[in-house]
């Protein structure tokens, strides 16, 4: 992946320590007495009177203590008949609502089986892609979820794959009048950017905007990368412009990005111009930036060129790139030079794969040497290279 996001302290990581604490206990320490019970709800109306006169006795490790002793309390309950008598003195969903708040309020993390637990206590089934059904029946019983949860809520749902509930949660967030952070609109964009959805990354972008958040050269390049795999490369080029006008000077990542989306689209020169573009300024190409391009040369000596420059600043090929060669050299039916880059591999840290040695076998197979592509097949074997069924197919048919 060519963009690795970048981590910001907006609160939906979370630190060890409540990480630690917010972790359910063993069933076997499950509360079961009714004087342990009791102690849980002494401490629920003890927050209760603090958040009613602003005292301080609402601290971090009592909330803590008591979200995991409710959990307990209510995975013990589970187990219980409905028919039993204290059911509803063990459980409150009103009180989960109390700690949720103090939770908020202390920024304490929310990790996804808080949100699983309240779900459960509602009655709400279907995990976590149920968010956006479950707020509004956490609203009725009490839950009022500000700014900080429901980004943390939205990265959740992007972390499990629910990228339609994360994008329904963010409508409801921006209708009840919260900014989500930047970093949640990255990340909605990057969701949707994965599934091709073009407008609805742009939608996002001018959405962001027009609650006056800025985006910065992370937001920019993801609208790069989604708009020139779409083969949109006018619009890519208008957003690397509008970079540099507003001050916001694409990076490595940005640039490569770009590189990529050419290639991709088979404008090999322009990738070239922006690459020699690159050279010349402060954002040098990297290893990924020589790989992208290398990898789409349709010249074998250009391809070398690029190779022997990346050697020469301590930048090396990988397996891909080196297979690539191979392939290409073959081709064109110069096995010494392939030989020669084949046998230099180890020693730039690179082992070939099956897929380099099905390379050789098909091109000894079509040049009429089948004892050379059996003696690469037991090669192969030799260094531990287990043979896949597409090779032994091949070996038959050769």
């Not at 990297?286 to 060129?305: N, S």
Request: aromatic share 8%.
């Amino acid at each position: 992946m060519l963009i690795k996001e970048r981590r910001q302290n907006d609160g939906t990581n979370p630190s060890q320590t409540s990480s630690d604490l917010l972790q359910s206990t063993p069933h076997d320490n499950l509360p079961t007495s009714v004087n342990e019970v009791g102690s849980v709800t002494e401490s629920i109306e003890a927050m209760k009177i603090s958040k009613r006169v602003g005292s301080s006795i609402a601290n971090l490790p009592i909330c803590l203590d008591t979200f995991r002793k409710l959990n307990c309390v209510y995975a013990k309950r589970s187990s219980h008949s409905t028919d039993n008598p204290s059911s509803n003195f063990l459980w409150r969903v009103g009180d989960m609502a109390v700690v949720f708040d103090l939770m908020q309020k202390q920024i304490i993390y929310r990790n996804l089986n808080t949100y699983l637990i309240i779900f459960k206590a509602l009655h709400v089934k279907g995990g976590i892609r149920q968010a956006p059904f479950a707020l509004e029946r956490m609203r009725k019983e009490g839950f009022v979820l500000n700014g900080y949860s429901y980004n943390g809520l939205i990265h959740l749902l992007l972390q499990s794959g629910c990228c339609k509930q994360a994008l329904e949660v963010y409508r409801r967030v921006v209708s009840e009048g919260i900014k989500p952070s930047l970093k949640t609109y990255s990340a909605l964009m990057v969701a949707s950017g994965k599934r091709r959805d073009i407008e609805t990354v742009m939608g996002l972008l001018e959405e962001m905007e027009s609650l006056g958040l800025r985006p910065n050269v992370y937001t920019f390049t993801i609208c790069i990368r989604v708009l020139g795999r779409a083969g949109k490369i006018d619009e890519a080029y208008g957003h690397l412009k509008r970079m540099d006008d507003e001050g916001c000077g694409p990076d490595v990542i940005t640039y490569t990005v770009l590189i990529d989306a050419l290639c991709h689209a088979g404008k090999l020169d322009k990738a070239k111009e922006v690459f020699l573009k690159m050279k010349s300024s402060s954002h040098k190409p990297d290893r990924v930036t020589y790989i992208t391009l290398l990898d789409k040369f349709r010249k074998l000596d250009e391809a070398f060129g690029t190779l022997d420059n990346m050697r020469k600043i301590g930048i090396l090929p990988n397996l891909r790139t080196y297979n690539t060669l191979i392939g290409g050299l073959l081709r064109v039916n110069r096995l010494n030079e392939v030989l020669e880059l084949f046998d230099g591999m180890e020693s730039f840290g690179m082992k070939p794969t099956a897929y380099t040695y099905i390379v050789f076998i098909d091109y000894y197979g079509k040049s009429g040497e089948p004892d050379k592509a059996i003696e690469t097949f037991e090669k192969m074997k030799l260094c531990g290279i287990v043979p896949i069924l597409l090779l032994v197919m091949h070996l038959c048919i050769v």
